[in-house]
C-alpha cells in the first residue's frame, strides 16, 4: 500500500527535478565496494538503472554474480540471507527540514521511514559508521569555488543532510535488513502448549528479501520528500509551489539528464 501511494508521492516530485532511486549494496557477506561518498548523481542513476535490470538488484555485474552465488548456497543450506541496501535523491532542493524542529528534522524523518520496513534494524546517512571513526578534519564537504563562480563539493559524507536540513547534494541512505527469520534449517524453539523443545515450522520460502526491499525503501523516501517539499513552498496547487520554489534562492537544483 505504501509503494503505491508513493507512486503519487513521485508525480510530484518529478516537476521538481527530484529522482530517486536504489541498488543492492550487500547480500550476505558479499558487498559491492563502491564507496557511496564519492558518488556524484550521474554514477548514482548509473548504478541503479544497472540494478533496475538485475536479478538481485545489484550496481554491476561481477557483484551480480558473487551475490546470486551466495543466495544458491544459502538456499541449498535451508539458510536466509540479509544485507544492505541504498536509497538515494538527487535534485533536491536546499533548505528541506528543519535544523530546530526536533520532529521535523528531515534525517530523522527518513530514517524513521526507512526503520519502519520490516525487518530493517539500521540505516546510516552517507557513510556515517566509517565518519564516526574518521578526524573531524577529514570528515567533511568541503565548499570550493569552481573557476566558473560556481561553488560546489568535492564529497558527500554528510549524505546530503546537515543539521536535519537538506543542502543540495543528493541524499544517500543506506539500511541494513536482517535475515529473515523462517529457515527451512533445523532450529530450536519451544511449544508453549506443552513446555517441549520444538523446531518452529517452516512458513515462508524467501531466501532474502533485500532487492524488494530496496524498492520499498524508495517508496517510503519519495514520500518523507513530497511530504518537505509541500511543507517548504507551501500551497495546495503544483503551480504555486513551483513558484515558490522558483522565487525561493538557491533552491533550484539542476536535474540529472533522464535517459531516452
Not at 541524499?171 to 518452529?200: N, Y
Amino acid at each position: 500500500a505504501r509503494v503505491a501511494a508513493a507512486a503519487v508521492a513521485g508525480m510530484l516530485l518529478d516537476p521538481f527535478g527530484v529522482r530517486v532511486g536504489s541498488f543492492v549494496t550487500s547480500l550476505g557477506d558479499v558487498a559491492a565496494t563502491t564507496p557511496l561518498h564519492a558518488l556524484d548523481a550521474d554514477a548514482l542513476h548509473a548504478m541503479a538503472d544497472a540494478a533496475e535490470h538485475d536479478l538481485v538488484r545489484a550496481p554491476d555485474a561481477d557483484t551480480s554474480a558473487r551475490m546470486v552465488g551466495a543466495v544458491d548456497a544459502a538456499k541449498a543450506a535451508g539458510e536466509t540471507l540479509g544485507g544492505t541496501f541504498c536509497v538515494f535523491a538527487t535534485g533536491v532542493p536546499a533548505g528541506l527540514g528543519s535544523y530546530a524542529q526536533w520532529d521535523r528534522k528531515l534525517d530523522g524523518r527518513l530514517a524513521q521511514a526507512i526503520c519502519s520496513i520490516h525487518a530493517v534494524k539500521a540505516v546510516e546517512i552517507g557513510p556515517a559508521f566509517q565518519v564516526s571513526a574518521m578526524a573531524g578534519t577529514t570528515a567533511q564537504d568541503p565548499i570550493a569555488a569552481g573557476a566558473d563562480g560556481s561553488v560546489g563539493r568535492g564529497s558527500n559524507y554528510a549524505g546530503g543532510l546537515e543539521a536535519g536540513v537538506t543542502n543540495g547534494e543528493p541524499i544517500v541512505l543506506r539500511a541494513a535488513m536482517k535475515p529473515l527469520s523462517s529457515v527451512r534449517a533445523e532450529l530450536v524453539s519451544v511449544d508453549f502448549a506443552t513446555g517441549q523443545a520444538v523446531d518452529p515450522p517452516y512458513v515462508r520460502s524467501d531466501v532474502t528479501a533485500v532487492p524488494a526491499a530496496a524498492v520499498v525503501g524508495e517508496a517510503m523516501v519519495r514520500w518523507v520528500l513530497a511530504d518537505a517539499l509541500t511543507e517548504r513552498f507551501g500551497g495546495d496547487r503544483l503551480d504555486t509551489m513551483l513558484a515558490a520554489r522558483d522565487a525561493t534562492p538557491g533552491a533550484v537544483v539542476p536535474a540529472p539528464p533522464v535517459d531516452a
